[in-house]
């Protein structure tokens, strides 16, 4: 049997008589990729000064490896995947993207010379952009409706694990690594850091075995008249819906510009207005992120899941409504508060409702679409976000600073660019629940 027929085995049980099994273990195991995806993406923010010092690199070259190496290739390669996830058998994708980012970041810790690390670098990124549409896309072929955003969310907690997982097993084993290599007892002649990469590779492959147990779910039968998954059909698909479809965008433009300004600035914000050294700024974030993200994930999936059950067809864009406001605000309080705990607190809400938005927002915009564009859909949606609002966000803050005459101040800045974001979010979605729902 051909990989690509596989998908088309069998009935989508998960539709019809629940989930079972099957789709717990696959929800688990995509979960744990992608927690696994984000160490690795994020492991390199930990060993700047090691790598530069190893490989004798500019800071503007390791900037290009934490930016444009990852960047540029991962929205080059989404799209073609994306097709391909459409096309053909996702388990086997997800798998070969898990193996491809692993080994690219095992080969990354053994790599000498600027051009080699930049190289394997955007492979760690070739390989990631295979997992989100993917996933996504199954599970909208396993879960039924009404479970999907639950679903997501779980899948979401992924991003904030992985990040806390870089962050607090990361600098600690770097630096148990560190004093064995002081002792002469780390084995090989290879620098501290570099093992630590060896690690994280070795931890991917390991992962694979999870998802080689995963059954590839039958994909949901196509509409009438829609029976190609082409290029050409999914451009009609999105035509159908363009007007939704461009105004759900523009929102979440909007959210992920304030969200990546918002990571950008408020941690400098913190040590620059209220004193806080970097080691205090790195625990307390890690903590709020990891918990009030996760709240806003599970949270928002779990409403949006209890309304569609009562049959509010609009459930999903309501609460993607509220979290984009709690995000704004709390960005806002957080950036004009005179109180550090009073600001902490106002970053809390604002990273509940960026969990909410991060779980909910490429689930929204994917299901506009029939189900074989699903993964395209995502793609789609992912790059839209990623390369105008994460482009726009971090840098516009500097910008509206120098404007207000004081470059170092960044909290009136961020103010403004949150409200401004918050207005701007909060009126295309309600413009979206005005328009009559898209039949898919």
């Not at 607090?168 to 290879?190: E, I, Y």
């Not at 690690?199 to 009438?224: H, N, S, T, Y």
């Not at 992120?289 to 067809?313: K, N, P, S």
Request: glycine share 12%; proline share 5%.
């Amino acid at each position: 049997m051909s990989v690509a027929g596989e998908a088309r085995v069998a009935p989508a049980a998960g539709k019809a008589a629940g989930v079972g099994l099957n789709g717990s273990y696959i929800l688990v195991a995509l979960t744990i990729a992608t927690t696994i995806a984000f160490l690795d993406r994020l492991l390199i923010n930990l060993v700047v000064d090691p790598i530069r010092a190893d490989v004798a690199i500019s800071d503007t070259q390791f900037s290009l490896l934490q930016g444009a190496a990852f960047a540029i290739t991962y929205t080059l390669a989404m799209l073609p995947i994306a097709w391909a996830s459409d096309q053909f058998n996702r388990k086997y994708i997800i798998i070969a993207s898990v193996l491809a980012w692993s080994v690219m970041t095992a080969a990354f810790g053994l790599a000498e010379g600027f051009i080699a690390l930049l190289l394997l670098r955007a492979g760690v990124a070739l390989g990631e952009a295979g997992l989100t549409p993917a996933s996504v896309s199954i599970i909208r072929d396993v879960y039924p409706r009404h479970r999907q955003a639950m679903a997501v969310s779980v899948l979401t907690l992924g991003v904030y694990l992985g990040g806390a997982i870089s962050l607090s097993v990361g600098g600690p084993a770097l630096a148990w690594l560190q004093g064995l290599h002081d002792a002469g007892s780390l084995p090989g002649n290879l620098s501290p850091w570099r093992y630590l990469f060896i690690g994280a590779g070795a931890i991917g492959i390991a992962a694979v075995a999870l998802l080689l147990f995963i059954r590839e779910p039958a994909r949901a039968p196509r509409p009438a008249g829609q029976s190609s998954a082409s290029w050409g059909a999914f451009l009609r698909a999105f035509g159908q819906v363009r007007g939704r479809a461009l105004a759900f965008l523009l929102a979440c433009i909007g959210i992920h510009g304030v969200a990546t300004a918002a990571g950008a600035w408020v941690p400098a914000l913190f040590m620059r207005n209220h004193g806080w050294p970097p080691e205090t700024v790195g625990l307390t974030f890690g903590i709020v992120h990891l918990a009030a993200g996760t709240l806003g994930a599970l949270g928002g999936g779990w409403l949006v899941d209890r309304l569609t059950a009562r049959g509010d067809e609009a459930a999903l864009v309501r609460i993607l409504r509220i979290g984009a406001a709690a995000l704004a605000i709390g960005t806002t309080l957080c950036a004009i508060l005179p109180s550090p705990m009073m600001a902490l607190a106002a970053n809390a809400v604002a990273t509940v409702g960026m969990g909410v938005c991060i779980g909910l927002g490429g689930l929204g915009f994917q299901a506009m679409l029939p189900a074989q564009f699903s993964a395209r859909g995502m793609a789609t949606y992912v790059l839209a976000i990623g390369v105008v609002g994460g482009s726009i966000g971090p840098t516009v803050v500097p910008l509206i600073a120098g404007a207000l005459g004081d470059g170092q101040n960044v909290g009136p800045a961020l103010t403004l660019w949150a409200a401004a974001g918050a207005i701007w979010s909060v009126f295309w979605f309600s413009l979206i629940l005005r328009m009559p729902a898209p039949k898919i």
